[in-house]
Every structure is written in structure tokens, then in C-alpha cells.
DNA sequence: GTAGTATCTGTTAATGTTAACATGCTAAAG
DNA sequence: CTTTAGCATGTTAACATTAACAGATACTAC
């Protein structure tokens, strides 16, 4: 490829007017920017950025480090980021670590390799944790997504895992349920404890003892957990009568098995779900959800992290959380039960 | 951030001997290989990817782009791509085109600019252009996916859109089906132009002459595409009996307009699909489509990426174009019509 | 004993770009 | 007519790393 030396060469002038007319430097002359203009078409020259990210310490590169792009939760995120990226002259390297702490970490040191400008991370433990501690070490700005960690001082946007399953639960509770099963993701994820969190609130006001066997965590946040332990639950000798799925992954493997069982909902069974499973809201709205707005929290978190890029040397504000209240969409996945018989 | 320098000087060697550790050189003894990596250790370095690549012109990354990460037929191949590109020590940089052969323009030099290794792209325009002509006269490895480009000597992988539409027709025919709606996407993307073919040439062969007006095309395989065309469909004097969905989303929009009109699947409209609608397939296997393996075709576009970036120099053998045969999975979306009344 | 080979380490130059400074030139201000 | 300022260009060094070569030492083979 041409280096701008030979574009300078083929210009007949030096390196620096042609790096100076790739900057848009003011201090250029009509005639030989048209010149230099020229020879680089005929070159067909692409600038390089490694050689400018060396010099320059700026790649204007983000690094998203999400559990998995195959969850459309996080693919909305992706591109709340990406959009807000691109406006400002940014792009980002994708990173999945399927919940793995281990992968995660090897993805922060390869990002920090690649001299990223900024790291958005969805951490996979709620833990301060070697990978967290490299960042900040390097100074790097970090902005964390959807579930946050322990005493780190760090910006963290985020929907209020807490108050959203409480007021799933506390309409459950509404509806005269006092058995209902709850499938979160693994115990060290944030949402997954606040989830469950706010779930024991709501049943605890609504003084009902809780039956420590129908909270199931799963490994990852999957299809297959919500599957098989709705199963599991389904075949207790006193089953739930309403179940809470605790993602949208969750929510699509509670629904596969309830219609395995050849269950009715919401005649035999009540359903809800943290966060909308969206080609079914979308074709048949039937299931009552809390929906957070992944959208926003991509644009939000990207711009944050732009903002403490930009403002690195300056004496930073303070760091936030910023939480977005999600929404109770009440439809037609649970039934009011009568007294108990 | 610590340099290889500042390691060398805490470990009383030369740059040299850091770097020999750094890559694993046999040629560095026992012990100074641990006092250099005690110093690293130390010193939290992190080798510095810009610099190793502007040397070894080499930067490990993969460039994909994609019309959008919103749709999960992209995202699975995402994931493909990711995961063969990091088994094989890769990452991937992201870009969404929303099938804007602009937007398309601007990334493809964007990754040059970054000296990525190689490029996967779905293109937006069949025909070449200059983002195309671009990565070719650098001599970048580029494999094409989902979509070819007329006349173009480039490896390309993707399922065969026109024996999938072919096959859906034909089907619909034989249940007496004569009257068929089907909803694409642009006209420039080749996959529409072939879904289409497909479509045409079942009607031939069963001598149906070809309404004009039931073929739609949209701006881009978006679930508003499907939604706003199945409704106009319907409303027509003469409507289809049944409607071909060109891609997941534009299914989604017409299940979602079918919804809003009151009808009945498969009583009133039968539907298919090119293309399953994950969450829906599992949840309520209803839809009778074609089905493609996306994450397949991540792989495979992956592997032979780097099969070409890994044999650059040695003499190439013809670019290849890979055809998946897409898989017609019949369920319950349609229905037999009687004789015409 | 000498040549040859393998191991270990260092020196110098190169990668493609920009920062910082230097050098002329022209035109305006006094 | 000199001084000053602004413009247009060039020169040199720096960024962090590796390639290529060059020594030095130690061991092996004849």
C-alpha cells in the first residue's frame, strides 16, 4: 500500500505538506493541496492508522465487551453504541465473552493491547475482579452496562433490575399467587441477585414465606436454563402457579416447555418476563412484561464514555449510575386466581 | 502506559531481549526470561498492538460488515465469524451498513485504514463498486456472505435463495395456492433479486401467470416493510391467498399486520418464510419456512478468510462460491384450498 | 586443536506517521 | 526602510516495536 511518502514524492513535496493536507491543516496552499489531492487518487492512498495511532496515542476505537451478540438484548445495546460511535468519529471492537470471566479477561488485555480509546463492559461477575483492575490501572475510561459491581467507583448505566422484578412479583402477588418460580442467570451477575432481590421484597410485604426451591439460577442466561428448570419446577409435587422468566432468553425457554406440557397460559399457568421477548411482543402481545429500553442504554453509555474520553485530563465529575426505570406492560400471560381451595 | 523500553531497563536487558520474551524466542535463557517477566509483571506492561503491527504489517483483526446487528440471521453469523476468528488468535472489528451502499463506502475504507488483515462483508449492491474496487487493488482478503456481486472473482458463501423461494412456491402451489404475495427486500441486493427468481420460475413451470403487483419490493428487509406491504396486499380487490415472507423481519411485520386485520393463520392467509423467526420457532413452531444455517455460514466465511490470509503469497487457488442448500421445513402456516369456487 | 554449531544477547535500522521547531517569503504597520 | 506578523513549506526527532545482522560464549565433532 502507499505510504505518504510517495505520495509526497509523486506531489513533489514533503511528507509533512501531505500529512498537513490529510489533517486539513489551514497552512496549505490551493495549488499544492490540489496537487497533493491528485496524487493521492492516482495512489490510491489510504492513510494508516496504526502509524497515526502510535504517534497520536488515540485510535478512536471503543472496545464493547457484552456477554453474547446472539441476545438481541445486548445486539440493541451494540447498537445504541455503534450509532453514537460513528457520529463522533469512532468504531467499536465487539467482544462476547458468554458470561465467561476468564474470556472477559482475555479480551480487556487485548483491547488494552490494541490501544482502544475507551471500554464499555457488561460484567460477567459483580466482583472487582483482575480484568476491572488492569483498566483502571491504565487509566483507560470505563463505563459499565446493565449490571454493576461492588464499590467500584466507575460510570454504570443500567435499568433497576430491583425495582422492575418487585413490581412483576408485587402483580403476581396481586392476582392472588403466592407460588411462583423464578429462573435468574447465574448467582455472579448483578441482575440475576437484584432480580431475585426485589422478588423476595415483594414477598415478604405480601408476608409469604419463601419456598427457597422455586428461586433457580441458571448458568448463563440461556434458552436452556429457562427450559429445563421450568421443567423442574413444573414437576414438583406442589408446583408454582405462576412463573417469572429473568431475561427474555429465559422467557423463550419457559414458554417451550410450558407448551411441551401441553399447559395453557394463562389458564394453567401464569407467566411473566423481565424484558420483552420481541418477535413475539411484536406478533402476538400476550405476555406481561417489564421492557427496558436497550436502546438508550447503548446511546447513554457510549456517550458517557465519549465524554470522560474526551475530558481525560481535565478533574472529572464524579462517577454515576444511571438508572432507567423499566416499564410494566401488563397483557394476557397471568390469571387472577381464586381463594385457594 | 509502560513501554518495552522501561521493562528492558527494570530488567537489565535489552529492548531486544524483552521482545524475544514477549514472542516466545527460544533463544532467551531460563533465568532472564524470569527476571523479564518479573519486570513485566511489575510495570502492568501491555505490549502495544499499533507498534507490532505497523512492523509486522500484520494486525490480527477482521473487518465484518453486516446490514445490521439487529437481525439475528446477522448476528448468528457474527458469532460464527467471532468464534473461528478468536480460536485462530483474531478479534473483529463491527460495522452496520443498514444496506446503505454509502455507509458501506465509508467502513470499507475505515478497515483499511486499520489495516485489518481481511474483510467479510455482505454487500448491499450487487453490482461492483468502489468500496469493492477499493479492498481489491490493496490486496486485502475479502469473502463475501449472504450476497454475491454479478461478475465478481471472490470467494462468496451463502445459502441458495433462489431454489429456497423456488421450493416455498412450489409448495404453496401444490396446495392450489395461485395467488401469492411476496415481500423482499431492494432490488440491489441479490438475495431479493434470486428470492424473486425463485418465486417466478414455480409459477412458470406450473403456468400461473404472474400478477406484477403481488411482487413487493421493499427498502430494506425491515419488519416495517412486511408490515406496511402485507397490509397493502390485503386491501387489494383481488388479495393473495397466501403471502411469502422474503426474510425474518419482513415475516414479522406480516404476521404482525395479519394480527392487526383480524385474520386467522392459516384459515384466512397462509404465510411462509424464507428464513426462521427464532424465538417464535421455539415457542410456537407454527411457520412453514425455509430454513438457513447462519451460523454456519459465519464459519465457513471465516475459515476461508483466513485460509486466504494465511496462503497470501502462495499461488491462490480460484475463488470459490460456497452454496448452503437452505432446508424447506413444512409446519402449519398453510392451507389447502379447494377447487376455485 | 580447530572448525562448526547452537545458544544467548545486543546494536542498528526500519515501519508510517505527526510534533516541534526552523526557514523563507510576502505584506502590512510604524 | 525596518519591524512584525502570517503564511507556506521543510527538517529532524519521536512513537513502540521487530527484522536483520553481529558478537560472544560454550559445547561437539573430527
Known amino acids: 500500500m502507499a505510504t505518504i511518502k510517495e505520495v509526497a514524492e509523486r506531489a513533489g513535496v514533503s511528507v509533512m505538506?501531505?500529512?498537513?493536507?490529510?489533517?486539513n491543516s489551514k497552512y496549505v496552499s490551493q495549488e499544492t493541496r490540489k496537487r497533493v489531492e491528485q496524487a493521492m487518487k492516482e495512489l490510491g492512498y489510504v492513510p494508516n492508522a496504526l502509524a497515526h495511532g502510535l504517534i497520536t496515542k488515540k485510535t478512536h476505537v471503543l472496545g464493547l465487551i457484552i456477554s453474547d451478540i446472539t441476545n438481541p438484548f445486548f445486539t440493541t445495546i451494540a447498537r445504541g453504541v455503534e450509532d453514537t460511535a460513528i457520529k463522533n468519529g469512532f468504531n467499536i471492537i465487539l467482544c462476547n465473552t458468554d458470561e465467561d470471566p476468564e474470556k472477559e479477561e482475555r479480551?480487556?488485555?487485548?483491547?488494552?493491547?490494541?490501544r482502544v480509546d475507551g471500554i464499555i463492559l457488561s460484567p460477567s461477575n459483580c466482583n472487582k475482579n483482575n480484568g476491572i483492575s488492569l483498566i483502571l490501572s491504565k487509566n483507560v475510561p470505563l463505563v459499565l452496562i446493565d449490571r454493576c459491581i461492588k464499590g467500584l467507583e466507575v460510570d454504570c448505566i443500567y435499568s433497576d433490575s430491583f425495582s422492575g422484578a418487585y413490581e412483576l412479583t408485587k402483580y403476581l402477588i396481586g392476582l392472588g399467587h403466592s407460588r411462583i418460580g423464578i429462573i435468574v442467570g447465574p448467582?455472579?451477575?448483578s441482575t440475576a441477585?437484584?432480580?431475585?432481590?426485589?422478588?423476595?421484597k415483594a414477598l415478604n410485604e405480601a408476608h409469604i414465606s419463601i419456598d427457597e426451591s422455586l428461586i433457580r439460577w441458571g448458568e448463563k442466561y440461556s434458552r436452556e436454563d429457562g427450559y429445563i428448570n421450568t421443567m423442574s419446577l413444573l414437576k414438583m409435587d406442589n408446583p408454582p402457579t405462576a412463573i417469572f422468566g429473568g431475561n427474555r432468553l429465559i422467557t423463550v425457554g419457559v414458554l417451550k416447555a410450558i407448551r411441551e406440557l401441553r399447559l395453557k397460559i394463562p389458564e394453567d399457568i401464569s407467566v411473566v418476563s423481565f424484558d420483552e421477548v420481541e418477535d413475539i411482543s411484536?406478533?402476538?402481545?400476550?405476555?406481561?412484561?417489564?421492557?427496558?429500553?436497550?436502546?438508550?442504554?447503548?446511546i447513554i453509555a457510549a456517550e458517557w464514555l465519549l465524554k470522560r474520553i474526551k475530558g481525560k485530563d481535565k478533574p472529572l465529575d464524579p462517577p454515576q449510575n444511571i438508572v432507567l426505570q423499566p416499564e410494566l406492560i401488563i397483557r394476557e400471560s397471568c390469571r387472577a386466581l381464586e381463594e385457594v381451595r
Do not use: C, H, M
Open 17 to 23: 505538506t501531505v500529512s498537513r493536507v490529510i489533517n
Open 107 to 114: 479480551y480487556i488485555e487485548l483491547l488494552l493491547r490494541k
Open 187 to 189: 448467582k455472579r451477575i
Open 193 to 200: 441477585i437484584e432480580r431475585v432481590k426485589g422478588y423476595r
Open 282 to 298: 411484536v406478533t402476538t402481545p400476550f405476555l406481561t412484561v417489564v421492557s427496558q429500553n436497550s436502546y438508550a442504554i447503548g
